[in-house]
């Protein structure tokens, strides 16, 4: 019996949200040489969808008839606007519907902020698109947001972060229905990873410098930022404050919800991803110039904050 997939495609969809997932899927038929994967697209209400690209898509069914099934798996894919988007009350109840009858359901991007009207991701683990997921946690707070996961399968539910990660949710999809070696010969035909080497957290181009809480911590975070490489300890930082490194802990906790020890190392790596990227310094003087004792911690560091070596990441830039 050939899986179908179905993914709905709100009016303004991330077109790569849709193509890309349907192209793994697609990929898979032909490494085969037979339709293993029926793939639909499904509109909310108008059989012809307007990407956020212009590109028009036309659907195969609308979600007020779409039908999921046992070897069904159902996705929503997300928009550059989903999080002003509200979805109606029948549209939510014809969701959780479709959620309901298939084998597995879920989302691409910014999908999951659609998905969580419905209530399905409450005391689930899912993640989004990187931009997204502080916003998916404010507004769902008993959905547990992984920012920096590529995919996460909860039980039935399947989310994938940002855009092109839909197809790496994809790609473990057809590894669950077909196994590892099909799956590995779509990645081979798509010119893609097998598995990643990184995780969400290489993409990500926010603030990571930002200052938070009252004006006290604020300056003490511009100036550990100015001498990030002497400032090697919270104690430190205690000590320029004229704060005992218990106060300060709290006050990081009361400001910004994590330890100075925690923003302090994100700081560093995020120091040392930069010279990496940059080239301006010879490998061997990173650590040092981003406040490490040396490579064996800023290896450490990075890898609990990357998900992959300096070294590795340093060949990808």
Known sequence: MAHQILILAVPGVQLLDVSGPLDVFAEANRVLCREVYHSRIVAL????????????????????????????????????????????????????????????????????????????????????????????????????VSADALYIMDGALRTAAGVTSGLDLALRLVEEDLGREVAQDVAANLVMFFKRPVNQNHFIREQKTSLSGRS??????????????????VQQMAVHIHLSVRHLT???????????????????????????????????????????????????????????TPAAYKKMC
């Open 45 to 144: 209400e108008a059989p012809t969808i307007v990407a956020s690209s212009g590109v028009k898509l036309l659907a195969d069914d609308v979600l007020e008839s779409a039908a999921g099934g046992r070897e069904t798996t159902f996705l929503v894919a997300g928009a550059p606007d989903a999080a002003d988007r509200t979805l109606s009350a029948e549209q939510g109840k014809k969701i959780i519907a479709l959620c309901t009858q298939s084998r597995r359901f879920g989302s691409v991007c910014t999908g999951a902020l659609l998905l969580a009207q419905t209530g399905l991701l409450k005391g689930r683990k899912v993640t989004t698109h990187w931009s997204a997921a502080s916003l998916l946690a404010a507004r769902y707070p008993e959905t547990e």
């Open 216 to 233: 006290a911590l604020q300056d003490l975070q511009r100036w550990t930022l100015a001498n990030i490489a002497e400032v090697t300890t």
């Open 250 to 308: 709290r006050l990081f906790h009361q400001e910004i919800q994590i330890t100075p020890g925690e923003w302090l190392e994100a700081e560093k790596v995020a120091k040392a991803r930069q010279l990496l990227e940059s080239g301006e310094l010879p490998v061997k003087a990173i650590p040092a110039a981003s406040g490490f004792s040396g490579v064996d911690t800023l290896r450490r560091a990075f890898v609990r904050r990357m998900g992959i």
